[in-house]
């Protein structure tokens, strides 16, 4: 019998569907990922404090704000462990206060005041043990953001399962928006193999899944960049009128899944990588 129980929050549409993973041991609780919108996470410290044990320590996959933004407000008045990769902690440095003037003003008060920046950089392959759970970290780069990660959960006594972030969107249109789709493909074909003997993938937006999820992402990726490419003619962007196409297509390729507005915001970003100019900002 696993010593281990595994809890999950996600939010609503307007939080994008994230899931933020808490994972509960005999003696405490490790949080991997923490939502977008102060809603949300104050509903997720409301989790947290129901289960009546310690934060042993929270690890970000991905430098993007859905999965960052929360931790300021989990590790509030305590000393925790917050854990990422090296090319993850540097870049969600790098662009915390960009995406705050970004999406502050639309969001108003649901987007935190302050980022809590990762306080233990890991290096690839590295392993931390906490309370019966061995997690390994595996450095990944550019690919469905500027640096992802993936995380090997090994309890003592069940299989492993991988922590994927947004490697592969599971039932929703995902973000493109930063336009590095050639390296996420890269990805996609790298971790179809690598991860073939781990059952239980755990994406950041929709259901558990195997790994057919990382091919099924990689189709969507292809489908997405040949429709901007014919499309855009070569060019590094797309009109009002082929955005709405590519949009109409996507729809078809993925039907009544939610955030269909990623299928636009990404549009210019991949035309750009795919003209040879790479994403723009």
Known sequence: MSDWTMHTYTAGESGLFVNSYLLETPTGVVVV???????DITALQARLAALHKPLLGIFLTHAHPDHFNGVSQLVRDREVPVHATSGVAKTI??????KRAQWGPVYGAEWPAETYHPNTELRDGEEVHLD??????????????????????????????AFIGDLAFHGTHPYTADGHTTAWLALLD???????????????????????????QRRYVMHYREVVRRLSGGTDHLDDAAKAELETTMRRFLPAAP???????????VA???????ARS
Request: proline share 6%; aromatic share 2%.
């Open 33 to 39: 990922d923490t939502n977008l919108l102060v809603s």
């Open 190 to 216: 790298r971790l179809i193999p690598e991860l073939a003997g781990t059952r239980r993938l755990l994406p950041g937006h929709g259901a558990p899944a195997g790994v057919d999820l990382l091919a099924e």
């Open 259 to 269: 955030l269909t507005w990623m299928i636009g915001l990404g549009a210019d970003a």
């Open 132 to 161: 019966g759970l061995t997690i390994t970290a595996h450095e990944l780069g550019e690919g469905e953001s500027h640096a992802d990660s993936y995380l090997l959960v090994r309890p003592a006594d069940a299989e492993p399962v």
């Open 93 to 98: 440095r790098d662009i915390a206060d960009a």
């Open 272 to 278: 750009a990588e795919l003209a040879g100019g790479g």
